[in-house]
């Protein structure tokens, strides 16, 4: 289906699209109104580094620690301190899931947010889990504080054991001293060093308009999403029906086209396409009621539902009864026999119709005695025009002593060329292919067909299902 009929198909069925789509945003909107409704709060805080290094800007330092924080704000142990200091009743797991971190920006900034079903409970919540970040990053540094001052403090100890047990005079005080100076020096230092910081900015505010649910909002979301589903749904739903099966049963056909179905072509073995051909040129032989049609259209409304090969050998099973038999291809846009004979293409019909030599063009085919063609001829501006002359009845006529001339055309959706054709032959059989015909187009094209005067005798339906031989026969 091109985009041309994916669009033709949504738009006549634009008022159920609507309507189905209206009643979903309906639902949607019952549905979000009856939900609990959840509302937010925010705190912003603020990183403040304590000793820049490795190249960095004081900025992309900042940058970096609110970007680490961020991911301590739902751990258990900053959310644990949170709900106890909340004072609310809330698990571990229902508390981690209602918080949340994130950097703002380049400049250190960090914004807790946690969601409640009060506006007061987010707001505590909030408030409670900036304090247990600030509280998480104090316990942190003063951790990293207390390990580079234990190795110190443990080695001040040690030298001063040394140092009270050495005797007065001793030469060793003097480095001893010296050291324990280094020492105190060191830890100095390391106390007076400058720590990461985290504080806050703004305190958290309690917002009286809730973040969920939001009916009107779901609604039009749900509406715009449903036209979009159903509308799909509905191209593919008519993509599908308007499929032929490859079991058709023959009665659906004939109530779908009106027309008796004269042939199935399978797409199994040689022997079975052989005999479905023998059923079809039988079928056509013993027609009641065509006055035995001696010039037979081989009419398809899409391009690829196999009338050239129904054409062809339907004309070559015909020729088997040794009945003189003329193929035509009326196809002058894409022709194909040629190349299936392996003929030249030219002289053919299309230099005949305008006052080329009917006998010279006419070609005999290997191997088949009565069997005659007439291929398509050279190009030409106007095949509708060509083909639509009275000059195409006098190529008919002229084969008068033909036992039966089978004639080819192109998909008749597609051009007015296939009009033609059939309404100057005694008779058209109409193919349908299971695999690329589509229910709607060939109702249109068989109503054109009847509309322009053609004889519709049949349908010859392509490619259907391989049917399974008897014991007897396949022993």
């Not at 054709?421 to 109409?430: E, G, L, N, R, Y």
Request: charged content about 20%; glycine content about 6%.
């Amino acid at each position: 289906m091109d985009l041309a009929a994916h669009f033709r198909v949504i738009a006549q069925n634009w008022v159920r699209i609507l309507a189905i789509s209206f009643v979903i945003a309906l639902v949607v909107l019952l549905g979000s109104s009856l939900r609990t409704k959840e509302f937010q709060a925010k705190e912003l805080l603020v990183v403040a580094p304590g000793v820049v290094t490795g190249g960095q800007t004081e900025g992309e330092a900042s940058s970096f620690l609110a970007q680490t924080y961020s991911q301590y704000t739902d751990t258990p142990t900053v959310v644990r301190e949170a709900v106890k200091r909340a004072g609310l009743d809330l698990s571990v797991k229902d508390a981690t899931a209602r918080i949340s971190g994130r950097p703002i920006g380049d400049l250190g900034f960090l914004e807790v947010t946690a969601t409640g079903p009060t506006a007061q409970d987010a707001e505590r919540l909030t408030r409670f889990t900036a304090q247990a970040l600030v509280w998480a990053i104090q316990t942190q540094e003063s951790a990293r504080q207390f390990t580079d001052l234990l190795p110190i403090q443990v080695e001040r100890q040690q030298l001063q054991a040394q140092y009270d047990a050495l005797p007065i005079g001793s030469a060793e005080l003097f480095a001893i001293q010296n050291r324990l100076n280094a020492l105190n020096d060191a830890e100095g230092a390391i106390r007076s060093r400058a720590t990461n910081k985290l504080s806050v900015l703004s305190t958290a505010v309690p917002n009286n308009e809730p973040i969920s649910p939001k009916p009107l909002r779901d609604a039009v979301f749900a509406f715009l999403v449903s036209i979009v589903v159903i509308g799909e749904l509905t191209v593919l739903l008519h993509y599908v029906g308007d499929r032929f099966s490859s079991s058709e049963d023959t009665g659906e056909v004939t109530r779908l086209t009106g027309l008796s179905v004269l042939g199935k072509i399978p797409k199994g073995a040689d022997v079975e396409v052989l005999e479905s051909f023998r059923v079809l040129r039988t079928n056509l032989m013993v027609l009641e009621g065509a006055g035995r049609p001696r010039t037979v259209a081989i009419v398809s409304a899409n391009q690829g539902a196999g009338k050239t090969f129904i054409a062809t050998h339907l004309a070559e099973s015909a020729a088997g009864l040794e009945e003189r038999v003329v193929l035509i291809d009326a196809d002058l846009r894409r022709p194909a026999i040629h190349e299936r004979f392996a003929i030249p293409r030219s002289p053919g019909l299309a230099e005949v119709l305008q006052g080329g030599d009917l006998t010279s063009a006419l070609r005999k085919v290997t191997d088949e005695q009565f069997l005659r063609v007439l291929t398509s001829g050279q190009e030409v501006a106007d095949p509708s025009g060509v083909i639509g002359a009275r000059a195409f009845r006098h190529v008919l006529d002229a084969l008068r002593a033909v036992r039966l001339v089978v004639v080819d055309t192109p998909p008749a959706a597609l051009f007015a060329d296939a009009m033609a054709v059939a309404s100057q032959c005694d008779a058209t059989i109409f193919v349908i292919d299971v695999k690329t015909s589509r229910r709607r187009q060939v109702r249109q094209s068989i109503e054109a067909l009847e509309h322009a005067g053609a004889n519709l005798i049949g349908v010859v339906v392509n490619r259907t299902a391989t049917p399974k031989r008897s014991g007897y026969y396949s022993s």
